[in-house]
DNA sequence: AAAATTAATGCAAACGATTGAAATAAACGT
DNA sequence: ACGTTTATTTCAATCGTTTGCATTAATTTT
């Protein structure tokens, strides 16, 4: 980089001390209107800007925020990214992302990162790996704002943002019941997330209110698209398959529309099936995919703001804050 | 943030000068094998780790990359993405994402913000509206390297890493053309980005190598899934309807597929598609698309890439590079 | 034993900006 | 005219680290 214009360039340059001339940009009120005004004209001309570097060592603050996220590569966290960033750019902050790709070794790396860039605060959604925190209590112990979104824990006792996965569980098995289902299917997340856990108890307690039995037999683990559409292959030969399918993302829905097809089914009207996401994907398939809209881009909004927050306060959470995002069922032609 | 443990006070507890704790840290043969031990197992003890913003201001550099981008919600671009951060990771830089939203306007402030806070070098691909590129012209004049992907401009004195669109093209318009198909509309990107002139020039091209004349009528300007809708809608409906599709991208292509069917046209029969990108989408769609794959995280590698060769040589280019990337069909049903 | 060499450590400036306190200069009251 | 305000400006320390040079202590050479 080539050598930028400082302060003392200024200072020497108008044949007076690096105070005044800061003191003048800053508009301080102990300096005379006519050296202000000389002072400003010289550091237009010359293209001055303040060297953040230096003002982040006196003021101990970058103005940027950490993000630990799995993998951008995902829509649901794009969409996120998306709004942490427009919440960032607003109160001119800047993002640094670092990538798990869903390995608790290489999370604990972006911690390290995160550290040594002496980042303001940090946002985390956690690997899937993941099940030890202490790498994280180490940034709370540092008393770095740290606050979780979609992925969380309890563990720790740091501010949450989730997707209301009960009521988002709940609304999708609801409806297939509505349209007519009674052996429902899930295609459920790691049982460790708690969104895991939160969206087969909403799918349970669907269940219960129109008092179908919860029958452990229907519950499959399958959250990629290759692994979704092999148990679907296997589940919907059986002479006591599903009627419906409640499944943890789009790309799983999708999988086990393409297997029903495969095995001569027809949806919705044999099969039905509700994914959760609502990803650009699900407006696409075949037929369309009623799916659950997780609003990705307000929760990320809702996780920057709730960061920024805690940032200005200068606190941390004596007790940590909750917040849920609504969810909203899409109707669309898969169910 | 909790005070964090500095040089000094290794050297107070130890009584001696910051200096000595400095080399020792970074084993300077100066120091003794006894001391230096010592104040090893201090800074261990007290989980010492260098302020990097003092680093910072005093190598003046920050080994961090900036990102400008259009926007992150596109599977394109995320894949990039990925690919960059994951150079990054390995060369122990970090990266800050800023997106212009496709905004000239703020694309403007992203090369502020680039520039205030001090990245080593900037990885950028320019937003839709972008005429004028006085901003990046900027950053080059402040002797910051700066690599253009994907959307690149001749008008700047800066490496291009880009994919190669006209081979790109030419290989989904000669394969529409073995299928069968005599006219095959284009739906292409604004022609003000090099990207846009060669897709034309390949699928030109590649009509003359099978003496196809080059017709204007069959030239479209649709890169949104809303706007191909409409035109594929309005142009399927004519007596001289085209039989073969090539896109922009896979949103597009999409678009026609689901518009094909509405007016009661058969795909791949009636109507052959091919899209542009290799997205998620493109195999969830009913028929599969058939389109061309841009490899985004090869792509996002070698920006990279070159960016650190740029920033470890510390030399602006003389003559800029530009690394041209594959493309590879990828045949699935749609055509 | 004095001089010269080597080893180990400390001093102080530098990176670029901010800021409390001190200093200077101008203006005022009596 | 002289002390007292008031207005402006400068000094110097600070943030955390590195590094050329000086310093001190220990060791070797003659």
């Known amino acids: 980089m080539k050598r930028q214009i400082t302060i003392k360039d200024i200072a020497i340059k108008l044949g007076m001390s690096t105070s005044t001339v800061s003191r003048a940009l800053r508009d301080h009120p102990d300096i005379s209107p006519k050296t202000r005004a000389a002072v400003k004209e010289l550091a237009a001309l010359l293209g001055y800007r303040p060297n953040r570097i230096a003002l982040n060592l006196r003021s101990n603050s ?16 794009s969409a996120i990214i998306n709004g942490i960033e427009e919440i960032a750019y607003k109160n001119d902050y800047s993002v640094m992302v670092f990538q798990s790709n869903e390995s608790y070794k290489r999370e604990v ?3 390290q990162a995160v550290l040594t860039n002496r980042v303001d605060g940090v946002l985390v959604s ?32 740091a501010d949450q943002v989730v997707s209301d996965d009960y009521q988002g569980a709940f609304l999708a098995v609801n409806h297939l019941i509505e349209k007519g289902c009674r052996r429902i299917a ?23 209110k129109h008092n179908i039995p919860f029958n452990n037999d229907l519950i ?12 679907a292959l296997s589940v ?53 995919l009623t799916t659950i809209d997780q609003y990705g881009y307000e929760l990320g909004r809702e996780a920057c703001l709730m960061l920024l927050k805690r940032l200005r306060e200068n606190d941390l959470p004596a007790k940590p804050e909750k917040k849920v995002i609504r969810t909203k069922l899409v109707v669309r032609s898969s169910a």
Do not use: C, W
């Not at 030890?132 to 006792?157: A, G, M, Y």
């Not at 856990?197 to 349970?204: A, D």
């Open 236 to 288: 919907l030969k059986k002479a006591e398959r599903p009627d419906g399918f409640f499944t943890v993302n789009d790309m799983s829905a999708i999988a086990i529309i393409k297997a029903a097809k495969e095995v001569g089914l027809s949806i919705p009207k044999d099969v039905k099936v509700v994914g959760y996401e609502n990803s650009k994907s699900a407006a696409l398939s075949e037929p369309e």
């Open 220 to 231: 499959f683990h399958a959250d990629t698209f290759e692994t979704s559409r092999k148990v």
């Open 186 to 208: 899930h295609f459920a997340a790691p049982q460790h997330l708690a969104l895991g856990k939160g969206r087969l108890s909403g799918y349970h307690d669907a269940l219960l």
């Open 126 to 157: 956690f690997s899937k790996e993941t099940r030890d925190f202490s790498h994280f209590q180490k940034l709370i112990e540092n008393e770095i704002p740290v606050v979780f979104f979609d992925r969380v824990t309890d563990e720790l006792r």
């Open 62 to 77: 970058t103005r940027t925020i950490g993000l630990i996220i799995p993998e951008i590569e995902h829509y649901f966290f």
């Open 109 to 111: 790396n972006n911690t």
